[in-house]
């Protein structure tokens, strides 16, 4: 089975603080991928990467940056918190570009006051 | 980038009748389009998907249909029981990214 964990389910941060939110998998994939989730507004993907060190935004980047130093695990940051960052977070993987199934961790709440 | 419309929002079923799901993309490239569910207080799970080339997919109790011409596909949940309450997201991936729907919260009324 694959497992893509979240190092968090549920983090309470102040406005400004810079979060961080960890991401690992276990199963030697190459993409990963940051989702936020809000209700009737679905996911939307903030930021992907097919590589190591390699990042590409994706539709709402904004206040968000991200890394990817090792294959395993990647990092989702923001770098001054805002109470619109208030959302649930959830990173996926990609098993391959032939097999193109998502597997998701089980997403890390986050609320910002 | 790709866009994907979902409807209905909600949908409120007897047990035993069908549901649909309808979903519309943009970009005429997207070619994956996978269904997911998800219960509350748990992550997405795919639970059918289906590819540009293939028209229909049936599992059980779920098919989905893909209008290539018009760029839809359709959710169809027949036989629906208490558990297939959930929120159910379509997506559309193009060059390996997946964009999603807004959900649609199904309710299934014993």
């Known amino acids: 089975d694959v497992k893509v964990t979240q190092s968090s389910r549920y983090l309470v941060k102040r406005t400004g603080e810079k979060v961080f939110l960890e991401c690992v998998q276990d199963m030697d994939h190459e993409n990963m991928f940051w989702y936020r989730q809000d209700p009737g507004l679905g996911l939307r993907l903030i930021y992907f990467?097919?590589?190591?060190?390699?990042?590409e935004k994706g539709d709402i980047p904004e206040g968000y940056s991200v890394s990817r130093e090792k294959k395993e695990r990647f990092s989702l940051i923001l770098e001054s918190a805002s109470t619109n960052q208030t959302s649930m977070y959830l990173c996926a993987t990609l098993w391959d570009r032939a097999n193109e199934k998502l597997f998701f961790g089980s997403g890390t709440q986050l609320s910002v006051l | 980038g790709e866009n994907v419309e979902q409807h209905p929002s909600t949908l409120s079923v007897q047990e035993g009748d069908s549901a649909v799901i309808k979903c519309t993309y943009s970009d005429s490239a997207s070619n994956y389009f996978p269904w997911y569910k998800q219960e509350l207080g748990k992550r997405p799970q795919l639970i059918i998907d289906?590819?540009?080339?293939?028209g229909e997919k049936k599992d059980q109790r779920i098919a989905v249909t893909l209008n290539k011409t018009a760029k839809h596909f359709s959710l169809h949940i027949t036989e629906t029981q208490p558990e297939d309450s959930a929120v159910y997201f379509c997506?559309?991936?193009?060059?390996?990214?997946?964009?999603f729907g807004a959900g649609t919260t199904v309710t299934v009324r014993a």
């Open positions: 997506a559309a991936m193009l060059d390996y990214k997946l964009s």
């Open positions: 289906i590819r540009s080339n293939v």
């Open positions: 990467s097919y590589d190591v060190k390699m990042k």
